[in-house]
């Protein structure tokens, strides 16, 4: 019987060190991948961040600036793909409709909402 009670909660979590980094690497890389693949959102998202990133680098604006523009731009990556797994976590529970299942998801969507707002607020600020 195993009373180590981390890896009661998941054989992933007794990894340590430079083997766990290494893991959660890969790890991310397939979670991007996955979300490349399979959600348009994101995949036109990246294709917004892929133009939009280097034009706050060429922008003649200082680099705080470019900062807050490309954070702003990264942020919507960050919460589409968390947008993504909450989707793909209810749908992996039941694919029946329910009024629970229809709020995470809309409250998922609206905050990939807030953060395309953001992008729009943050680069008029920065470049007015």
Known sequence: ??????????????????????????????????????????????LLAVLM???????????????LMIGSVLLVLIVELLNSAIEAAIDRISLDRHRLSKRAKDIGSAAVLIALINVLTTWTLVLI
């Open 1 to 46: 019987m195993n009373t180590d009670p981390i890896a009661e909660e998941s054989p992933f979590k007794g990894q340590t060190g430079l083997r766990r980094i290494l893991s959660a690497f890969g790890y991310s890389l397939s979670g991007l991948r996955a979300a490349y693949r399979n959600e348009d959102a994101f995949r036109q998202e990246s």
């Open 53 to 67: 990133i280097p034009l706050a680098l060429f922008l003649s604006v200082p680099n705080l600036g470019k900062a």
